[in-house]
C-alpha cells in the first residue's frame, strides 16, 4: 500500500509548476472574467446576472426587487465569488453614464459621476431594463448551449441571444492576465445601420461601416477629435482620440464672463475635476479664474468656472483642457473573446461576428419552432381523424380497462400513433363538439403554414437575413436615441498663451558667479538696501536688472552650457535672501561659474550671439540655434563645445542683425596682447561647433574678449594692482588669427599681467570693485587716471603687498 502510494509522488520543478498553475488560472480569468464575449458583449458576471434575475422573473414590466436578493440568487446559483463583486457589476449596468444604454433599472442610490459609492444592497432595489428583454429574448427556444453550473444543480447560458450589438452599444473595460480591453460605447441606431448595410453587401469596407457608425458615442457626450485615431482603432482594434467636455461661454454683468461645462468627458470623476481646476484657482497657476462652482442637479450636469473682469477666456479654456481632465486621450484597446480566445478586433470584424451569432440564433430558433409546430400539427391531425370517427373512438375507450389499454387500443384498431393517442385519451368532453372541429382545421392550416415558412428559412439564407433584418429594426425603432457624442476629424493643437499663465509684473532679477537666481518684486527691492543682496562675500552679481515677469533670460556658464528660464518660473524671494542655485534643478559641475546673462521679451529675436574661450576660439551662433528644447527645466543646453577640460569660455555678447556690420572683435591675452578685427571675419555656426581660431596665443590665453566700435575706452588692471585706461584706437585693425600687438610694456623682473579688462562707459557713470585675496574691496574710478597709449602699464591703484593681490573685479554703476 505504502509502495503504490509512493509511485503516486512526483518530483517537478518549481518553474513547471507554477508555469503549469499560472496558465490555467491566466486562461480561466481571460474566458471566464474579466473579457467580454463578441457576440453578446458580455463578461460571465454579467451574463449571469442577467439570466438569473430573467429566470427569476425580476423583469421591467414587474416590481422592483431588493438588490440583494438578486445578488445572492446569482452567487448561489452561477457565480461563486463575493457578493460584492456582483453586486459592483449590477450597479454598473444600471449606470447611465457608463452605459449607453442601461441593461438594469435601480432605485436607490447607484452611485454618481463624482465617484461617490452606491448604497448597500440592501437598501438598493433593481430590476432588468427593457432593452435587458432583447438580450434574452427566445433564450428559452434552445437559441444558445447552456453548459452545468458550478455544481451541477442548474444549467445556464454560455451566450445571450442578444437582439442588439451590445459589445458596441454598451462597449466593455476590463483587465485580465496579459490582456486588457477598452472598447467604448457607441450609438445604437448607427450600429444597427451598419449591421444591415453589411447584411446587403458582405464585402462593404471600413470606410462603407463608417458611413453608419461615425465613431464612439459616449453616455456622457463630449467632444470627440482625431478620425484618424477612429479609423486606426476600427481597423486594427487600437488607437488614440482625444475627448474632451462640451463648454460654453456666458456673459454676466460688469464686462464679465463664466465657462459652463455641460458635458465632461466619459469616465471621468466630475467632484475630482471641480478640485483639480478650483486648485488650478488658488495656486494662481493661471490668472483670471475668480470662482469654481459645480452646479449640477436633477435636470443635468452643470460645473462653471466664473472668471474676472476682461480675463482671457480662450486661453484660460485652453489651459484647463491641457492640465485638467477637461480633456483627455482615450485610447481604443478592443480586445473581446471570439472562439474562445482573445483577439483584438475592428469594427467590421466585430459586426461579422454578430451577424454570425444572430444567423446561428435565429436558425437555432426557427429549428425549435418548426419542431414545434410539426409535433403540434401531427397532434391535430389525430384529432381531427379521432372527431372524425368519434363514436367508435369513444366505444373503444369505453370497452378499455385503463388509460394505456386504451392508448394501445386506439394505436392498434385505428392507426392512431402513440403521441396522437395520448391527447385523444387526455381530450375533454367539452371539446368534442362541431365548433372545434372547424378551430381545429383553422389551426391545422395555420400549422402547415408556419411549417413551410420555417422551412423556407431554414432552406434559404436570404430569408434568414429578412427575419433578422425585420426584427432587429424593431429594436432599432423602439429604442434608437439621437447621438450624444460630437465627432471632429482634427485634433485641436492647444496653444496657450504666457499671458493666460502670468500676470505680467515688472520684478528685479539677479544671477550670481556662483549660480545663485532669484526675481524679487519692486516692493521688495525698493524697501531693502541694493548692497543687502544675500550673497556670499566672495560671490559677485552677473546680472541685475528690472524686467517684466513675461520675459525670457538665458544664462550661459563658463563651461559652454545655456540655462533657459521663463521669467515667471524663476522663484520668488525678497531682495535680502541669497535665492535658488540652480544646481537644485540642473546639474553644474562642481567648479561650473556663470559668465553671463541675457533677457529678451520675445523668443523670435533676429541676432546673434558671440562666444569666445580661454584657449583662443570664437564663433557667432544665431538666436533660433539656442531656443529652449522640451528638457529646459532639468537640463541645460550646450552653447559652445569646448575642445579640451582645460578650456573655459570667458565671454558672451549678443548683437542685432543691425549691428553686425558695425562691430570689431577686440581680444586681450592675459600676457598682455591685444588684435582687432571685424566680427564679420567671425563665421556662424551651430550650438554643439568649437567655432573658429580667435587669436595665435602661442603660450598664452585669452583675459577677454570685447565687441566695440573703435571709438570706446577700456580699463585694465594687473595681477601687481596698476590701472590703465586705453583708447581702442590704440589697437590697430588686421585680421583674425594673428599674434596682435602688445599693450603692457613688457618688463625683464615681475611683468604685468592682465588680470580684468572691461570696456568704460563714455559717460564716465563706471566704476570698478576690486576683491583681494586679503578680503579687501577696492573702488576705482577709472576717470581718475589719465589715458595712457598702448606701451604703458598704467599707475598703481592697489599696494598688493597690505591690500592683496586682485582676485575678483566687477563694474558697477553710479548715478552720481
Known sequence: ?????????????????????????????????????????????????????????????????????????????????????????????????????????????????????????????????????????DIEKNTVDFVPNFDDTDMEPTVLPAKFPNLLVNGATGISAGYATEIPPHNLHETIQALLHLMAY????????????KGPDFPTGGILQGLDGIKKAYTSGRGRVMLRAKTAVESLKGSKEQIVVTEIPYEVNKAVLVKRIDEIRLLKKVEGIAEVRDESDREGLRVVIELKRNANQEGILNYLFKNTDLQISYNFNMVAINNMRPENVGLKQILVAYLEHQRVVITRRTQFELKKAKEREHIVAGLIKALSILDDVIKTIRASNNKKDAKDNLVAQYSFTEAQAEAIVSLQLYRLTNTDVTALQAEAKELMAKIKLFELILDNPRELDKVIKKEILAVDKKYASKRKTVIQDKVEQLKIETEVLVAPEDVVVMVSKDGYIKR??????????????????????????????????????????????????????????????????????????????????????KGNFVLATKEGFIKQTIFDDLKPGRTYKSRASQGMKLKTDTDKLVQVDYVTDEQLNDLFVLAVTHGGYGLRYL?????????????????????????????????????????????????????????????????LRELKRNPHRIEFVSLLAVNREDKLSVLTDKNETIIIDPYEHPASDRYSNGSFVIDVDSQGTPMSVSKFKTTE
Open 679 to 743: 566680427l564679420s571675419e567671425v563665421p556662424v555656426s551651430g550650438a554643439k561647433t568649437a567655432g573658429v581660431k580667435a587669436m595665435d596665443l602661442r603660450d598664452d590665453f585669452i583675459k577677454n574678449i570685447l565687441l566695440v566700435s573703435g571709438l570706446e575706452q577700456v580699463g585694465i588692471l594687473t595681477q601687481r594692482g596698476a590701472f590703465k585706461r586705453m583708447a581702442v584706437s590704440e589697437i590697430a585693425t588686421t585680421s583674425r588669427a594673428r599674434r596682435g600687438v602688445q599693450i
Open 520 to 605: 524679487s518684486s519692486m516692493r521688495s527691492f525698493n524697501a531693502s538696501d541694493s548692497l543687502e543682496n544675500g550673497l556670499k562675500p566672495e560671490d559677485t552679481i552677473i546680472y541685475q536688472k528690472t524686467i517684466n515677469t513675461l520675459d525670457h533670460l538665458f544664462i550661459f556658464t563658463d563651461s559652454g552650457n545655456v540655462i533657459y528660464r521663463p521669467v515667471y518660473e524663476i522663484p520668488d524671494y525678497k531682495w535680502k535672501d541669497t535665492g535658488l542655485h540652480l544646481s537644485q534643478s540642473i546639474g553644474l559641475k562642481p567648479a561650473e561659474k556663470i559668465l553671463a546673462a541675457f533677457s529678451f521679451k520675445d523668443l523670435e529675436q
Open 1 to 137: 500500500m505504502a509502495e503504490n502510494q509512493g509511485t503516486k509522488i512526483q518530483e517537478l520543478s518549481l518553474e513547471a509548476v507554477m508555469g503549469e498553475r499560472f496558465g490555467r488560472y491566466s486562461k480561466y480569468i481571460i474566458q471566464e472574467r474579466a473579457l467580454p464575449d463578441i457576440r453578446d458583449g458580455l463578461k460571465p458576471v454579467q451574463r449571469r446576472i442577467l439570466y438569473a434575475m430573467n429566470q427569476d422573473g425580476n423583469t421591467f414590466e414587474k416590481a422592483f426587487r431588493k438588490s440583494a436578493k438578486s445578488v445572492g440568487n446569482v452567487m448561489g446559483n452561477f457565480h461563486p465569488h463575493g457578493d460584492s463583486s456582483i453586486y459592483e457589476a449590477m450597479v454598473r449596468l444600471s449606470q447611465d453614464w457608463k452605459l449607453r444604454e442601461p441593461l438594469i433599472e435601480m432605485h436607490g442610490n447607484n452611485g454618481s459621476m463624482d465617484g461617490d459609492p452606491p448604497a448597500a444592497m440592501r437598501y438598493t432595489e433593481a430590476r432588468l431594463s427593457q432593452i435587458s428583454a432583447e438580450m434574452l429574448r
Open 202 to 213: 458582405p464585402k462593404a469596407t471600413l470606410e462603407d461601416l463608417m458611413e453608419f457608425v
